[in-house]
T-cell receptor, first 113, second 112 residues
C-alpha cells in the first residue's frame, strides 16, 4: 500500500534562513502532490499543488520541487520568519481516486527569532 | 467568498452516546470530505461525498456515517461513541475535480 513519510517530526531554524522539509512516498505514482500548513487547533490551509510533469513551483517565499524518480518532494521556505512556525503537511491523492487525499504525519517547523 | 464552516466547534459527549457534526462547504463546491485528526494517528480520511453520494470511504467502522444534502452541506454521525473517538473532526470542500481542498476550523469532540 502507498506510504507517505515526512522524515522530520520537528525542525528548528533561525529567522532569515531557508527551511527545507521533505516528503517521501512509496508504492505509488501520484498525479500531483500538495502541501498544507496547519496551526494548532485549526484546520489545514492549502499552500501549493505541484503536478507530476512539473519539476518546481513557486509562490512568494515558498518553493516546492517534485522528483518522481526519487519519489520525493521538497518544500522550501526562504527568508523564514517566526510567523512561519506551524506544522506542514504533504498530501497525495489515493491511487484511483483524485479526490481522496492521504496526508503525511507532518513536520513541526519552529522559526527562532 | 465565505470559507468552510463547521458546527459545533466543541462538543463533549459520554461514551455510548451518538453525535452529529455539520459542515457547510464553500459556495459552488460539490465535494465534501471528512477527516479525523488525533495526535497519535494524524489526519485520517473518513469519507467523501460528491453530489449527495458517498464516493470514497476510509478504513473506519460502520459507526461512522455521513450524508450530503442537495445544497452540498454535509453531516457526519458517530454512533455508540467510544473514548477513542475523541479527536478533531475536520471537513474539507473542493470543486470535485481533484486538487486542493479547503478545510473548516474543525469540531473538537471529547468523549468522557
Amino acid at each position: 500500500s502507498q506510504k507517505i513519510e515526512q522524515n522530520s517530526e520537528a525542525l528548528n531554524i533561525q529567522e532569515g534562513k531557508t527551511a527545507t522539509l521533505t516528503c517521501n512516498y512509496t508504492n505509488y505514482s501520484p498525479a500531483y502532490l500538495q502541501w498544507y500548513r496547519q496551526d494548532p487547533g485549526r484546520g489545514p490551509v492549502f499552500l501549493l499543488l505541484i503536478r507530476e510533469n512539473e519539476k518546481e513551483k513557486r509562490k512568494e517565499r515558498l518553493k516546492v520541487t517534485f522528483d518522481t524518480t526519487l519519489k520525493q518532494s521538497l518544500f522550501h521556505i526562504t527568508a523564514s520568519q517566526p510567523a512561519d512556525s506551524a506544522t506542514y503537511l504533504c498530501a497525495l491523492p489515493v491511487s484511483g481516486s483524485a479526490r481522496q487525499l492521504t496526508f503525511g504525519s507532518g513536520t513541526q517547523l519552529t522559526v527562532l527569532p | 467568498k465565505a470559507g468552510v464552516t463547521q458546527t459545533p466547534r466543541y462538543l463533549i459527549k459520554t461514551r455510548g452516546q451518538q453525535v452529529t457534526l455539520s459542515c457547510s462547504p464553500i459556495s459552488g463546491h460539490r465535494s465534501v470530505s471528512w477527516y479525523q485528526q488525533t495526535p497519535g494517528q494524524g489526519l485520517q480520511f473518513l469519507f467523501e461525498y460528491f453530489s449527495e453520494t458517498q464516493r470514497n470511504k476510509g478504513n473506519f467502522p460502520g459507526r461512522f456515517s455521513g450524508r450530503q444534502f442537495s445544497n452540498s452541506r454535509s453531516e457526519m454521525n458517530v454512533s455508540t461513541l467510544e473514548l477513542g473517538d475523541s479527536a478533531l473532526y475536520l471537513c474539507a470542500s473542493s470543486l470535485g475535480t481533484g486538487g486542493e481542498q479547503y478545510f473548516g476550523p474543525g469540531t473538537r469532540l471529547t468523549v468522557t
